[in-house]
């Protein structure tokens, strides 16, 4: 039987772009589970704590309590949602076993990469852009610099997608996804900022919220709406792009090696 | 012409647990070919090497003439695995499946009638836009076949495909994978149904404890015990004791609890001593069978003592 393999090298980006396409059809085919009800936990908070806060607290100077919750929970669900792409199906696919589809593909560890990241970059902005379009029902939200807002949302989605994928490879029961969710990403996520500006912490946690990268994600986001932040957006960019760099580069390494993988 | 596979001096560890050591195997192209052997004997950790599923702690192994492990893409696109365990993916039907797995391997939309070929071949028109978890466990398999062949692979291995499955399914998947190794596909098939092995293969390997203890042709292997063996009725009576030396082993089913004796004969000739030996004691034979070796009993001889 004749053989040229010559001939499917020219289709190579098809690999990679039909793992892609697979990806975002997954998570669209329960997309109630995956997009409305992320956005529907982000309204209550949202309207929860804007009703008790909103006549107590004002963060920065003519901004209002809940505009400046929004532009959190936005870049929160985005994150977490970016997370739980790429880690609930690896992890599914470990437990289910139908990863070895995967596995005997010629698909190479970077094309899976980029496509995991890519599927869980795209779910992340699909919540975050729900969140905000369904938040403009009720309050306008200026966009101060959309490029930085942009930035901050493909590179944090980005970031959490690639965290994801080594969460999806080490864990080998979904108990052990459960722990990395609500001990890592969870507290991360709550004690970044989304509820509050790091100015009104003491000094001391004020420090240990500068060794949080989500506070970075967070902060530089919101710069994007209003203009102001903890700090300043050039210094957020610079620490979110070396942590996505670093942790993709991890990430790859991952892949490579087979580890948990290919034994 | 390049071997369909080539293993040279193939060794893997886990951890203090030597599973292969030291296979060398050739397997020409269009050969439908038998890996036999007991539970743990290393078939499948032999098949997850060749797939690129585990890595060989030494040794070298090639798929159509391209290194498994250096040259993975061009040896995965030359190669169809159909696994052992019933695994599917339970957010998609058929269909979608297998234009995801054939896309996987660079293939689009002028793949999809070799798509609709499979899937009639293998009987899944009715289910081919159901959910994989919707079918039952036969379908499944039937669905891990195609998935297998989406890409259309000159290699075939296929890790017992027909454990669990109905006779009915058992024959139109052999008549499938006939047909595609006289279309020139390799088939490299496992199972623990010897007379399938028997019947399809015109090779076998049989492996033992990570080491390969028969290769050759089938009909050699069979070959390999001349004798015949004969198998009585004797109703509630005792086999008589000059008859006792030529009894199979018990492992081998000389004494059955239904009152059959299986004799192993050196010659056919011997028969006429059994029957006057069985006069002579004025037993009466109820049933008498002559029957030929097959794989089983070279598979038990082999297994049993190499």
């Known amino acids: ?263 | 012409m390049t071997p369909a596979i080539k293993i040279e001096q193939l060794h893997k560890h886990f951890g203090d647990l030597h599973a292969l050591k030291g296979i060398d195997l050739t397997i020409e192209q269009g050969e439908f070919f038998a890996l036999l052997g007991p539970n743990g004997a290393g078939k499948s950790t032999l098949i997850n090497l060749l797939a690129g599923l585990l890595r060989p702690t030494q040794g070298k192994l090639a798929v159509m003439g391209f290194d498994v492990n250096r040259q993975y893409q061009q040896a995965r696109h030359a190669l169809g695995v159909v696994p052992q365990e019933l695994v599917f993916d339970p957010f998609f039907n058929v269909r979608e499946m297998l234009r995801f797995q054939a896309g996987y391997f660079g293939r689009g939309r002028e793949n999809d009638a070799w798509i609709d070929e499979v899937i009639e071949c293998l009987g899944l028109t009715d289910k081919a836009h159901t959910n994989m978890r919707r079918l039952s466990g036969g379908m499944k398999r039937r669905a891990l076949i195609a998935q297998a062949l989406a890409h259309k692979p000159p290699v075939l291995v296929l890790d017992e495909p027909t454990a669990g499955v109905d006779v009915e399914l058992r024959q139109l998947l052999w008549e499938f994978i006939k047909r595609l190794n006289r279309e020139g596909h390799t088939i490299i098939l496992t199972t623990h149904y010897l007379e399938e092995a028997e019947t399809l293969c015109s090779r076998i390997a049989m492996m033992k404890q990570g080491e390969i203890v028969a290769l050759d042709s089938t009909q050699n292997l069979l070959n390999r015990l001349p004798e015949k063996k004969l198998r009585l009725k004797l109703g509630a009576a005792t086999l008589p004791a000059s008859l006792k030396p030529l009894l199979l082993s018990q492992g081998r089913g000389g004494i059955q609890e239904s009152g059959e004796y299986t004799l192993a004969l050196a010659e056919v000739t011997q028969i006429e001593f059994i029957l006057a030996e069985l006069r002579n004691a004025q037993i009466k034979v109820e049933d008498i069978q002559l029957i030929e070796a097959d794989l089983e009993d070279v598979f038990v001889d082999l297994i049993g003592h190499a």
């Open chain 1, 1 to 263: 039987m004749s053989f040229n393999f010559r001939r499917f090298q020219l289709n190579s980006l098809r690999a990679p772009w039909t793992l892609f396409k697979k990806e975002l059809l997954r998570f669209w085919r329960v997309s109630f589970q995956t997009v409305a009800a992320p956005v529907m936990t982000a309204l209550l908070y949202l309207l929860i704590f804007s009703h008790v806060l909103e006549a107590h607290v004002q963060v920065y100077p003519g901004v209002g309590y809940t505009a400046f919750l929004i532009p959190g929970l936005m870049m929160m669900s985005l994150l977490q949602n970016a997370f739980a792409n790429s880690s609930s199906s690896l992890i599914q696919s470990k437990v289910m076993g139908n990863i070895v589809f995967l596995l005997l593909t010629p698909l190479s560890y970077l094309e899976l990469f980029l496509a995991f990241l890519a599927a869980s970059i795209i779910r992340g902005l699909v919540v975050g852009l729900s969140i905000y379009l369904v938040a403009m029902l009720f309050i306008d939200l200026p966009i101060t610099h959309p490029w930085l807002i942009l930035a901050f949302a493909v590179l944090g989605s980005g970031l959490l997608g690639a965290f994801g994928v080594i969460a999806g490879i080490w864990a080998e029961k979904f108990d052990q996804m459960a722990a990395f969710q609500n001990f890592i990403i969870m507290p991360l996520t709550f004690l970044s900022g989304v509820f509050y500006s790091i100015h009104s912490l003491p000094p001391f946690w004020q420090q240990v919220s500068h060794l949080n990268p989500f506070f970075y994600m967070i902060d530089g986001f919101r710069y994007g709406f209003f203009g102001k932040g903890d700090i300043a957006p050039e210094i957020s960019l610079s620490v979110v792009a070396i942590s996505f760099f670093t942790i993709s580069w991890l990430t790859l390494s991952l892949l490579k090696s087979g580890y948990k993988l290919r034994g």
